[in-house]
């Protein structure tokens, strides 16, 4: 009978122990002569041995062990991760009213899903302001947009305007439209150096005055005044990307507009 040493032992056995469960060790994906790489959370997709954060124990072949980094060592060489893929971007659609400010949208299609922690999908979606010009004339005065100038630029059109073949037919008075600021877009401050939109800001009360050349044919109003009490829009002349929305707040007649912060229609 050969006796070997206490060392030989030791070592035929660790072995022994290593050839037996070597998968078990190295916390593989891979058994059974197949890939083990499951869909979103899966607690049955396990393993045990090392992991990719390089820590021993249980181990995950799932598609969320890539974000709770707990997956086993060769995941990502046995699941590879396949980002999503999605179609071009269809045509814009029509604006969602007929007549003031709207949205347009266009759409993209998956084509195929991310699988085993793959890129996800990007928005599938944009939408985008539109304006619809299909309008009423008594709709433009709270769905038209107003367009404004500083009132000094009113002063020079009233002169211009006294002679001249395209001076109006109907001479309507000025009148006066009060508005509280309800929303001023950040490009107003320092839009192109135009010091005058700087002073826009939201919950400002301004006088906009509504002179006779500005008028909507035959009604005696501007566009975009508004109605009492009515969200309406207006944009800031030659300063692109200045505009917001405004809440009327009282019309006066035969008025010109002296509060300080004045300004007319276009």
């Known amino acids: 009978m ?10 035929l056995a660790l072995l022994f122990i290593c050839c037996v469960g070597i998968s078990g060790v190295l916390g593989s994906c891979f058994g059974d002569g197949k890939a083990m790489c499951c869909k979103k959370r899966d607690m049955s997709c396990e393993s045990y041995g090392r992991r990719l954060d390089r820590r021993y124990g249980t181990c995950f072949c799932d598609e969320s062990c890539v974000g709770s980094r707990d997956c086993c060592v060769d995941y990502t060489t046995v699941c590879k991760a396949s980002d999503c893929e999605v179609s071009e971007w269809s045509h814009w659609s029509g604006c969602s009213v007929y007549c003031g400010v709207g949205y347009s949208e266009r759409r993209r299609y998956v084509t195929k899903q ?5 890129a996800k999908c990007p928005p599938l979606s944009q939408q985008r302001g539109c304006y619809g010009s299909y309008c009423q004339p008594n709709q433009l005065m709270t769905e038209g947009i107003a367009m404004i100038l500083p ?8 002169i211009d305007n006294r002679i001249g073949p395209f001076r109006p037919k109907t001479i309507h008075p000025s009148h006066c439209v009060t508005v509280r600021l309800t929303h001023v877009h950040r490009h107003c401050v320092n839009a192109r150096r135009l010091e005058w939109t700087e002073d826009l800001k939201r919950g400002l009360r301004i006088c906009v005055e509504c002179q006779n ?3 909507m044919d035959g009604m005696g109003h ?22 917001g929305s405004w809440k009327q707040v009282s019309v006066t007649k035969n008025c010109k507009c002296e509060t300080g912060h004045d300004f007319i229609f276009v």
Do not use: D, Q
């Open 2 to 11: 050969i006796v070997l040493p206490t060392t030989h032992v030791v070592l």
């Open 114 to 118: 991310a699988e085993n922690g793959g």
């Open 151 to 158: 009132s000094k630029f009113g002063k020079a059109r009233e």
């Open 213 to 215: 050349t500005a008028m």
């Open 222 to 243: 501007c566009l975009g005044e508004g109605k009492k009490g009515k969200k309406s829009m207006w944009t800031a002349v030659g300063s692109r990307g200045c505009r």
